[in-house]
Nanobody
């Protein structure tokens, strides 16, 4: 059974930083492109960053470009999202998932519980 586990969220003031981590059981992440998504209350889930399986290419949504950095450690089968200069509009539940690079669609028919990020003004 696949489990995706996101961690590292919390409450932070605007301008602060957080580092999110993503791990999995029942599925190897190291051979997949991986993405971070977020979903704010009343809004659709959106992709914010993605990285190819070998880290050679990355993608960032315009809203986070220059502030967020996605990385991965295939030896640890983990993916990270370093979030700096956080803004109140970054408040959301953050999810990770293996994705098809061309479409940014979740390969798995499954989402983890996510990790809550709350940025106060």
């Amino acid at each position: 059974q696949v489990q995706l586990v996101e961690s590292g969220g919390g409450l932070v003031q605007a301008g602060g930083s957080l580092r999110l981590s993503c791990a999995a059981s029942g599925h190897t992440l190291s051979t997949d492109a991986m993405a971070w998504f977020r979903q704010a209350p009343g809004k659709e889930r959106e992709s914010v960053a993605a990285i190819t399986w070998n880290g050679g290419n990355t993608y960032y949504a315009d809203s986070v470009k220059g502030r967020f950095t996605i990385s991965r450690d295939n030896a640890k089968d983990a993916v990270y999202l370093q979030m700096n200069s956080l803004k109140p509009e970054d408040t959301a539940v953050y999810f990770c998932a293996p994705v098809y690079w061309a479409t940014m669609k979740n390969i798995l028919n499954y989402w983890g519980q996510g990790t809550q990020v709350t940025v106060s003004s």
